[in-house]
């Protein structure tokens, strides 16, 4: 099993920052894709960026240019840098790992509320 830890969550204006981290711990090394995913009211959840263990990123259209992923091996740790944000990113952002068997551990989610 893999547990998740998200943080760094908040309130912030349209044109701010925010850092998001995910401390995961258990079965680390059967972890196979760490990413960031969020669901707004009334959508489905949606992907919003991943990082292999072997560092290779991947995201999705509406953030490239403002947001990165990035993770830190010795700490177990996964963050989701979000810059320019806007209303349209808030949503509550959820961090999941997905095992080489292709399962899937979800933390509790972290909310990101952008004002305009």
């Known amino acids: 099993q893999v547990q998740l830890v998200e943080s760094g969550g908040g309130l912030v204006q349209a044109g701010g920052s925010l850092r998001l981290s995910c401390a995961a711990s258990g079965r680390i090394s059967s972890v196979a894709v760490m990413g960031w995913y969020r669901q707004a009211p009334g959508k489905q959840r949606e992907l919003v960026s991943t990082i292999t263990s072997t560092g290779s990123t991947n995201y999705a259209d509406s953030v490239k240019g403002r947001f990165t992923i990035s993770r830190d091996n010795a700490k177990n740790t996964v963050f989701l840098q979000m810059n320019s944000l806007k209303p349209e990113d808030t949503a509550l952002y959820y961090c999941?790992?997905?095992?080489?068997?292709?399962?899937?551990?979800w933390g509790q989610g972290t909310q990101v509320t952008v004002s305009s």
């Open positions: 999941n790992a997905r095992m080489y068997s292709y399962r899937d551990y």
